[in-house]
């Protein structure tokens, strides 16, 4: 039994595709060869519709490198930003410059005497 009726295996070593890729190129393999039906898909391999939609969407028959994940889909919408200003933290490298063996609640004593800044300690 052929592992691909419907892609050519030439075109299939070429690609040089992951494990996750390659499953999910046998996905669509068992999807075209049973008439494109997706219930069935979906049960054999144990997969959410969903999951076979969004990746039927991205399928390009024509480019099998598009089975891959994209790193870039997967990062956050929004990223969290850096509360404690760029001068307080070069104030922070400073006193630990000045004595590395300061521990945190040290340097967070000293902010609050010399600077008048309350600083968390866990900021530190």
């Not at 490298?93 to 040290?106: A, P, Q």
Request: one cysteine or more; glycine letters at 2%.
């Amino acid at each position: 039994m052929r592992l691909f009726k419907r892609f050519p295996l030439v075109q299939v070593r070429s690609a040089n595709l992951s494990k996750a890729a390659l499953k999910r190129l046998v996905w669509f393999d068992f999807w075209l060869s049973h008439n494109k039906n997706i219930s069935l898909t979906c049960r054999h391999f144990d997969i959410s519709r969903d999951t076979f939609y969004l990746w039927k969407k991205r399928f390009n028959p024509y480019n099998l490198m598009s089975l891959e994940d994209n790193l870039k889909t997967r990062t956050p919408h929004n990223l969290r930003q850096m509360t404690t200003p760029k001068y307080i933290i070069d104030l922070v490298i400073n006193i630990r410059g000045d004595d590395l063996e300061k521990s945190k609640y040290e340097i967070q004593a000293e902010l609050k005497d010399l600077y008048d800044i309350k600083l968390g300690c866990n900021t530190i």
